[in-house]
């Protein structure tokens, strides 16, 4: 597997596991639990607002979240599909460079961690060489009586 493979699927499973795991951690919790977990963690923003409204942000955060998710698994799995089938390499670094548009987009800049895996991988696209194409030339010219 290349290189670029790699980072874009090591990316997708840490955003699997943070981003999903908040998601899903944060959207099954009732009040009671959330004051329990967070009181200790964010005291100024729970005595700023009630429990149920600090609830529903952070409910908004993970559906946030989630649907950012769903794009990610969607464009790594169309580059990982022209990296690996098609070998589109340019047209998959432009797809890695989105995912980490959008997961820096889709996180509100907070799994930052996560994109810069996505734009590795777009970086592992741009700067692949073909080495179909150098030893395309290279029979060509030892065809032609070249030395190779």
Request: proline share 1%.
């Amino acid at each position: 597997m290349s290189k670029a493979k790699w980072s874009g699927w090591i990316g997708m499973v840490l955003a699997l596991v943070f981003m999903g795991g908040f998601s899903l951690a944060i959207n099954q919790m009732t009040v009671q639990q959330f004051e329990e977990i967070f009181q200790s963690a964010f005291p100024t923003v729970l005595k700023q607002m009630t429990a149920e409204a600090a609830l529903a942000q952070f409910q908004t955060l993970g559906a946030w979240f989630g649907f950012t998710l769903l794009g990610l698994l969607i464009l790594v799995s169309v580059a990982t599909m022209l990296v690996r089938y098609r070998n589109y390499r340019k047209q998959a670094c432009v797809l890695y460079f989105l995912t980490g548009v959008v997961t820096l987009i889709g996180s509100q800049m907070i799994a930052f961690p996560i994109a810069f895996c996505f734009f590795l991988a777009a970086d592992f696209c741009f700067l692949h060489r073909d080495d179909r194409h150098k030893k395309k030339t290279t029979d060509t010219v030892s065809k032609q009586g070249g030395v190779a």
